[in-house]
């Protein structure tokens, strides 16, 4: 490409100078961006991390390097929170990728493209219906006074919203719509001429699965639950709206501690947590990235 | 594929059809019905019923007033607008920090691209009940350490009530890794090297080539960026909620107590807007989308 370049512009002498002019100039116009993230992206955690390990007295304004919030943020209620968020996480990952697995599967292989643009559309806007407005649905349908128990009476069979099981029907809710956008790209890109190579070669179903289709979706089916975990381990708004207190989570842990009126050490163990938080959704994330990166050769 | 998939197709169709091939196409139908059905019915039923839950008051039989008095609410427009106003601001800083610098990477300095890729992603690791212990703890420098400079006004005016501009920041940073993979998918379905040194060989200026033949090329994953950042900033609670701001979000919240109808029909009402600018926006961005994808797949 580089090669066609001077042959159009008039001068050969000309161009080289205007691309040797044009490295510099390009690299300005992404510096904005990059200053912008270090300053409200790299201050914010900074100040988070220094807070996480060390200590201000409060009369005589010296600081100095402690381990004992992060300690404190590993013990008792904070351990129970970080242990209560993962399992809900982990737990709600594993349903809703199944679930948006078999969902995108057969939204993909249904030959009405108004079914499979429906869907997309709608699992566009589901997944981002998380948060306050979904808690409150979910109130309105299965809460102590909503419609669906009322109706069925759900609550003399040992239904009740504001628990784990409650938070798991509502995460799945914004979770599967979630799977089904990152994994239908990936079903399909497996080609139906890959399935019908496979059957002409005599492989059942169940071979072309084993030996074609997972291990090409391995990729993205680990990314896809990475994402869902990650997702439902960072939601604070739909919990906080919905059970308040009542299940143990780190995201409700970390708020109180800061709005609540308690007492001021709470503050830095907040920022421990927070520091925990981000080692957690890191290491996910150091799953994910190159997932992600791998599946991209397959399916373009 | 032409000479393989329509002989698939057709046998079902002959009338001696083989027994195997009989026995085993109708059952994905059965199956993908009942699995689109069961998902229909989870997605559909927590929707029907919170509109029910805001319409039928037992006892009282049918009413509106939940939406009817939903424009007279304390607070309603004023929360409304502050998000809207938000989300205008958040779209406008992301975009303008997030187009120069990925079109420069594409362009001129390939070599920043995995910086400005992680710079982008990083947001995705740190959730955002994170990233507010870091600002609580950073806006408390101001009282704290500044109030003797000139920085302790910006600190002051950042956190203006009507115009929370430390909302923007933080918003900007948790839109950036959406708004970095729209433009990227965009920017990889056009050729933008080829396309720059074209304009420019036939005398464009650097301007003219952004806002001309770049920028109309991205038309839709522009629209697909500022969508999604603006489902982010309507619904965001968390960070909103826990600095003492008011917008759309914690308003819900802050009325579902005494009016828990009301918070639900908001809720419901929260919905369809969302779902009328994706489909608005979709509809405003295919023509560009559908003919670059179509190129650049024949391409390859």
Excluded at chain 2, 49 to 57: E, I, L
Excluded at chain 2, 276 to 294: I, K, V
């Amino acid at each position: 490409m580089s090669t066609t370049t001077p042959r159009p512009v008039g001068t050969a002498g000309g161009s080289t100078s205007r691309r040797r002019r044009r490295g510099p100039r390009t690299w300005l116009a992404a510096l904005p961006l990059l200053v912008f993230t270090g300053l409200c992206f790299g201050i914010p955690l900074g100040a988070m991390a220094f807070g996480a390990v060390t200590r201000t007295d409060p009369a005589g304004g010296a600081t100095q390097l402690t381990g004992e919030h992060l300690a404190r943020s590993l013990q008792g209620p904070y351990l129970g929170s970080l242990v209560g968020s993962v399992q809900l996480s982990a737990l709600t990952a594993t349903v809703g990728g199944v679930l948006g697995v078999v969902i995108a599967q057969s939204v993909v292989t249904s030959r009405s493209t108004a079914l499979r643009s429906a869907a997309l559309t709608a699992s566009g806007v589901l997944a981002n219906f998380g948060g306050v407005p979904l808690a409150f649905a979910f109130i309105a349908t299965a809460g102590i006074s909503g419609v669906l128990t009322q109706l069925g009476d759900l609550t003399s069979l040992g239904w009740n919203l504001y628990s784990f099981t409650g938070l798991t029907v509502v995460y799945l809710y914004f979770l599967i719509p979630l799977m089904v956008l990152v994994i239908a790209p990936a079903l399909e890109g497996l080609r139906p001429q890959w399935r019908e190579a496979a059957q002409n070669s005599g492989a059942t179903g169940w071979q072309f699965w084993r030996h074609v289709g997972l291990p090409v979706l391995a990729p993205s089916l680990l990314g896809g639950f990475v994402l869902l975990f990650g997702t439902a381990f960072a939601a604070h708004a739909t919990a906080a709206a919905l059970v308040g207190g009542s299940v143990p989570l780190v995201t409700l842990k970390i708020a109180d501690a800061l709005s609540g009126n308690v007492l001021t050490g709470q503050e830095n163990v907040a920022l421990a947590l927070g520091l925990d938080m981000i080692l957690i959704a890191g290491l996910v994330m150091a799953v994910y990235l190159p997932l992600q990166r791998r599946s991209a050769r397959w399916l373009r | 594929m032409a000479a393989m998939t329509p002989t698939a197709t057709s046998t079902p169709s002959e009338a001696g059809a083989p027994a195997k091939t009989a026995r085993s196409r109708p059952r994905p139908r059965i199956w993908r019905g009942a699995v689109l059905a069961l998902a229909g019915a989870y997605f559909l039923v927590p929707l029907v019923a919170s509109f029910v839950f805001t319409v039928h008051v037992p006892g009282q039989g049918l009413t509106f007033e939940a939406y009817t008095e939903l424009l007279a609410a304390e607070g309603f427009t004023r929360s409304l607008l502050l998000s809207l106003g938000l989300a205008a601001a958040t779209i406008a800083l992301s975009l303008l920090l997030a187009v120069p610098a990925l079109v420069a990477v594409r362009i001129g300095s390939p070599r920043l691209r995995p910086v400005v890729e992680v710079m982008c992603m990083l947001p995705l690791v740190v959730p955002p009940i994170a990233l507010v212990t870091g600002i609580t703890t950073v806006l408390r420098w101001g009282p704290e350490h500044l109030s003797r400079t000139p920085l302790y006004q910006t600190f002051i005016a950042v956190q203006n009530e009507s115009f929370p501009v430390v909302l923007v920041l933080a918003y900007t940073v948790l839109a950036l890794p959406f708004v970095y993979r729209s433009l990227d998918a965009g920017l990889r379905a056009v050729d933008v090297p080829t396309l720059v040194e074209a304009a420019r060989s036939c005398g464009a200026s650097w301007p003219y080539v952004v806002v001309r033949v770049l920028l109309p090329n991205l038309r839709a994953s522009l629209a697909g960026a500022a969508f999604l950042t603006l489902a982010l900033v309507l619904g965001e609670f968390t960070i909103a909620s826990l600095l003492g701001f008011q917008p759309f979000a914690v308003w819900i919240v802050s009325i579902s107590g005494a009016q828990a109808r009301m918070s639900v029909a908001v809720s419901i009402l929260s919905l369809l807007i969302t779902w009328l600018l994706l489909l608005a926006l979709s509809r405003a961005g295919t023509n560009p989308t559908t003919t670059a994808a179509t190129t650049s797949r024949k391409e390859s």
